[in-house]
Antibody, heavy 118, light 110 residues
């Protein structure tokens, strides 16, 4: 059974940093691309970033480019999202998903809330 | 990349069929056969219902079907049931090598 478990969310002040983790199990993690998708409170889904299976190719939404960094540790079957220079508009539930930029996301984590507020 | 355009809400009575549209451009929906549809119940993670325009993942009811014409994709739910009441989002691959989601549609079962 595929499982994706996010952690690392919480309350952070504007301008601060946070690192999200997504522990994956139940599939060959090193064979699959992974992505992050977020959803602001009461709003729609927004793709954030994707990383190839090897980690060599990454893509970012314009809204986070230069501030967020996606990475992975295939030996630990864990996906990461380093978020710097956080803004109020980054407040959202962040979902870890298995899939590439073709938006074919069959498996999702339960989501983790990030709140950026003073 | 602007979000794909969906109607804010669609409603129907049990047993009826409804269709949700998802309008983009030749740079996304119209240019690639990588359109997906997601169902999301309140407080839950999205669930993939359709991928590659019209394919259904294993376990998804055949009451859900997808299609595309030009720059507009559609999700049809036939035999509407109470459990279908949820938010629905389309998504598409784009010419920027990134995906974009739709604005979302709230489906209400009357």
């Amino acid at each position: 059974e595929v499982q994706l478990l996010e952690s690392g969310g919480g309350l952070v002040q504007p301008g601060g940093s946070l690192r999200l983790s997504c522990a994956a199990s139940g599939f060959a993690f090193s064979d699959d691309a992974m992505s992050w998708v977020r959803q602001a409170p009461g709003k729609g889904l927004e793709w954030v970033s994707s990383i190839s299976a090897s980690g060599g190719i990454t893509y970012y939404a314009d809204s986070v480019k230069g501030r967020f960094t996606i990475s992975r540790d295939n030996s630990r079957t864990t996906l990461y999202l380093q978020m710097n220079s956080l803004r109020a508009e980054d407040t959202a539930v962040y979902y870890c998903t298995k899939g590439w930029v073709d938006s074919n996301y069959l498996y999702w984590g339960q989501g983790i809330l990030v709140t950026v507020s003073s | 990349q602007s979000a794909l355009t969906q109607p804010a809400s669609v409603s129907g009575s049990p047993g009826q069929s409804i269709t949700i549209s998802c309008t983009g451009s030749s740079s996304d929906v119209g240019g690639y056969n990588y359109v997906s549809w997601y169902q999301q119940h309140p407080g839950k993670a999205p669930k993939l219902m359709i991928y590659d325009v019209s394919k259904r993942p294993s376990g998804v009811s055949n009451r859900f079907s997808g299609s595309k014409s030009g720059n507009t994709a559609s999700l049809t739910i036939s035999g509407l049931q109470a459990e279908d009441e949820a938010d629905y989002y389309c998504s598409s691959y784009t010419s920027r090598s990134t995906p974009v989601f739709g604005t979302g549609t709230k489906v209400t079962v009357l």
